[in-house]
């Protein structure tokens, strides 16, 4: 039989300790303003999941104006240069916007997030791991609740005055909403990627690859190890890419004979899709990162945006709570949704150049001539070049954004 624990209060109830759910824990204790984490997984679970590689410029900047930066981020700084490998030519391209100030960390995303885990601990934040069965109650009124079924089988409530919503697109906070409340605004983009783990040597820049036979990708995730994405029919099995097939693709599509493999230690299919829900918000449950929206991988703006989710929502509740100023909190979902388009844009038309450049079959040859004028234009005009090096660092919008 399950024992009820007695009711809790806090200021936020965080749902999920991924980078937006620990992000805005570390920036809302930095404030003074208490809250509990709630994440249903185990520490060592969350430790290890390995997924995003760089923490923009952007990002970078804003957790260095919250006084964290040197705590939290690890890795190493960007040298701002991305390559372009076309038909075997090399292109390289600044992503850096040129200022003097911190620029983008080549930080993989369990180091950020081991890292967010033990800042917060090691200020006091309260992380509660393996809470299962979460559930969000009278969200519309001033004092929601939260409960969840703790490892030892209790049960626990715990009053708030807001919830953020930070568990990903298969959590539990965004289908608390009711139907037809938010809309969802879906693209299904036709391509698969195969994405590939390895512990072998990274690539001098991060560096994205058109061939006829197709995209692929070479990114650094440690001094020892690397991220590959090859594309591929959106319903291939990772069972059919055995490592000699991997290792071959790649060779052909970077147009690298003497690449240097080694240990494949995870491998997955997945297609690229994109979502926005709209708004981000429902009375005072707010939704923060990839629980409000998911970017196609290509431009890497997924965590990226998830941190800038964390950072306008905890200044918000900053603003209610310190000044009673609540204007920050009412415009949230807009201000957030103005950037989420934003990259997007941004990644969709990345998506659609490296795509369509390469293999025709897939896009004809129009399309093909289109992609490679864009690239043409990229390599060749400062102009596009700055305005790409704009989206990348993540700089290109000003005005109601906090950083
Ligand atoms: C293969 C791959 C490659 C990627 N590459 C990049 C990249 O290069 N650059 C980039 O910026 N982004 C990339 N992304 C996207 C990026 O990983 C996500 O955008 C990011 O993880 C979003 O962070 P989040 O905290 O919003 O969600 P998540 O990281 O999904 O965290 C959600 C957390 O909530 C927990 N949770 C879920 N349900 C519940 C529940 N019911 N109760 C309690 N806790 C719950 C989960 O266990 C998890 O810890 C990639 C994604 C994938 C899959």
Same mark, same amino acid.
Do not use: K
């Given at each position: 039989m399950e024992s009820v624990a007695g009711r809790e209060s806090t200021t936020v109830?965080?749902?999920?300790a991924g980078p937006?759910?620990? *992000?805005v824990a570390n920036l809302l204790r930095r404030s003074g303003i208490a809250c509990v984490v709630l994440e249903r997984r185990t520490r060592e679970y969350v430790a290890q999941r390995q997924r995003a590689g760089i923490?923009? *410029?952007?990002?970078?900047?804003?957790?260095?104006? %919250? #006084?964290?930066?040197?705590?939290?981020?690890g890795g190493v700084p960007s040298d701002g240069l991305l390559e372009f490998r076309?038909? !075997?030519?090399?292109?390289?391209?600044s992503d850096s916007d040129g200022s003097a100030g911190p620029a983008a960390r080549l930080c993989p995303q369990q180091v950020l997030v081991q890292k967010l885990t033990a800042a917060y601990l090691?200020?006091? #934040?309260? @992380? +509660?791991?393996?809470?299962?069965?979460v559930s969000l109650h009278e969200l519309t009124g001033d004092r929601p609740t939260v409960s969840y079924r703790a490892a030892d089988g209790t049960v626990h409530t715990i009053t708030c005055s807001f919830v953020a919503g930070c568990d990903g697109d298969r959590g539990t906070s965004r289908s608390a909403v009711p139907d037809g409340f938010l809309t969802a605004h879906a693209f299904d983009h036709g391509i698969g990627w195969l994405t590939v783990l390895a512990d072998a040597p990274p690539p001098a820049h991060p560096l994205l690859a058109v061939s006829p036979? !197709?995209?692929?990708?070479?990114? =650094? +995730? !440690? =001094?020892?190890?690397?991220?590959?994405?090859?594309?591929? =029919? =959106?319903?291939?099995?990772?069972?059919? %890419?055995?490592?000699? +097939?991997? %290792?071959?693709?790649?060779? *052909?599509?970077?147009?690298?004979?003497? @690449?240097?493999? #080694?240990?494949i230690t995870d491998r997955e299919v997945f297609r690229l899709r994109s979502l926005v829900h709209d708004p981000m918000q429902y009375g005072r449950l707010f939704l923060v990162g990839d629980a409000a929206h998911i970017v196609s991988p290509m431009g890497g703006k997924g965590m990226n945006l998830a941190l800038h989710d964390a950072d306008l929502f905890a200044g918000a509740v900053r603003d209610f709570v310190h000044d009673h100023d609540d204007t920050a909190l009412r415009t949230y979902s807009q201000r957030c949704l103005r950037r989420v388009w934003s990259d997007q844009e941004f990644s969709h038309w990345l998506t659609r150049t490296l795509h369509d450049a390469g293999d025709d079959t897939h896009s004809g040859r129009f399309r093909r001539g289109l992609a490679r004028a864009r690239l043409d234009r990229l390599f060749t005009?400062?102009?596009?070049?700055?305005?790409?090096?704009? @989206?990348?660092? !993540?700089?290109?919008?000003?005005?109601?954004t906090q950083v």
């Open positions: 109830v965080v749902i999920g937006a759910g620990l *992000t923490v923009e *410029t952007r990002a970078v900047r804003m957790f260095d104006s %919250w #006084g964290l930066a040197d705590r939290v981020l076309v038909d !075997g030519e090399s292109h390289l391209v090691a200020d006091g #934040g309260d @992380l +509660r791991f393996e809470a299962a069965d036979q !197709g995209f692929a990708a070479h990114f =650094p +995730r !440690g =001094p020892h190890s690397s991220r590959y994405y090859l594309q591929c =029919p =959106p319903d291939d099995h990772p069972d059919a %890419w055995t490592d000699s +097939r991997v %290792w071959e693709a790649l060779r *052909t599509r970077l147009a690298d004979a003497a @690449l240097v493999s #080694g240990p005009s400062s102009a596009a070049a700055q305005a790409f090096a704009e @989206l990348t660092t !993540g700089v290109d919008l000003t005005g109601d």
